[in-house]
C-alpha cells in the first residue's frame, strides 16, 4: 500500500488560500445575480462545486460573507476604473477600450454589480453600510476628471460640465450591468460604441 505524504504547512495555506478564492468568486457571481436577499448558502455551494459544511468552514454566515465581498467589489471596482489610465491611445481610446470591456466580461460587472445590490437591499449587515458610506461614486468621478478634462481639451468628448458627463457615463454602465429586462430584435442594449457616442457629444 502507498503511503501518502502529509501535506506540508505551505500547502496546507496555499489549499486553503485556493478554496477561499474559489468560495468568494463564486459568491461575487451568484449575489450580483441574485442580491442579498435571494442568494442562499446552498447556490453559492453548488456554484463553487463544494459542500454547504465547506462554505461554512470559512464564512460562518451569508452576511460575513457578503460583507466580505463588498469589501472586496469596493477595491476592485476603484481598481479597474484606475486601470483605465493604464490603457493605450487618446482618452476616447481609453475609455472605449474600458467600457468594451466591462461591457464584454461579466467578472468585470460583478463589483459593480454587488454594490448595486448593496445599495438596494434590505436589512444589510451595518458593516456593509459603513463600507458603502466610505464609498461613493464622487470617488470614481474624481478618478475619472483628469482623463475627461484632457479629453475635452482634445475635442474628443463633449463640452460642458465634465463631472455632469462623467456621472452620467457611470449611470449608464451601471444601469446597462444591473437592469435586468428581455432583449429581441427591435429592443437591443445599447453597446460602447453608442455609449461613447454620448460621451463625445458633436464633435464638429
Known sequence: ????????EEQLIKRRESR???????????????GLNGAKMSMIAEEAGLSAGQLYRFFESKEE???????Q????????IEMIYQLPGSPFEKVHHFIS??????????????????HTADDVPK?????????????HIDL???????????GEFAQGDIRQLISALLT????????????????QMPDADMLMRIVAGSRK
Do not use: C, W
Open 172 to 187: 449608464m454602465l451601471s444601469a446597462i450591468m444591473t437592469f435586468n429586462m428581455p432583449i429581441d430584435n427591435d429592443h
Open 65 to 71: 460573507l457578503f460583507t466580505t465581498l463588498i469589501q
Open 101 to 118: 470591456y466591462v461591457m464584454e466580461n461579466k467578472d468585470a460587472q460583478y463589483p459593480f454589480m454587488l454594490i448595486h445590490h448593496a
Open 144 to 154: 475619472l476628471l483628469p482623463l475627461f478634462e484632457e479629453g475635452q481639451q482634445a
Open 20 to 34: 477561499r478564492k474559489q468560495i468568494v468568486d463564486a459568491a461575487f457571481k451568484v449575489f450580483a445575480l441574485r
Open 1 to 8: 500500500m502507498k503511503r501518502v505524504t502529509p501535506l506540508t
Open 127 to 139: 458593516e456593509v453600510n459603513q463600507l458603502l458610506q466610505q464609498f461613493s461614486v464622487k470617488r
Open 73 to 80: 467589489a469596493v477595491l476592485e471596482s476603484t481598481q479597474g
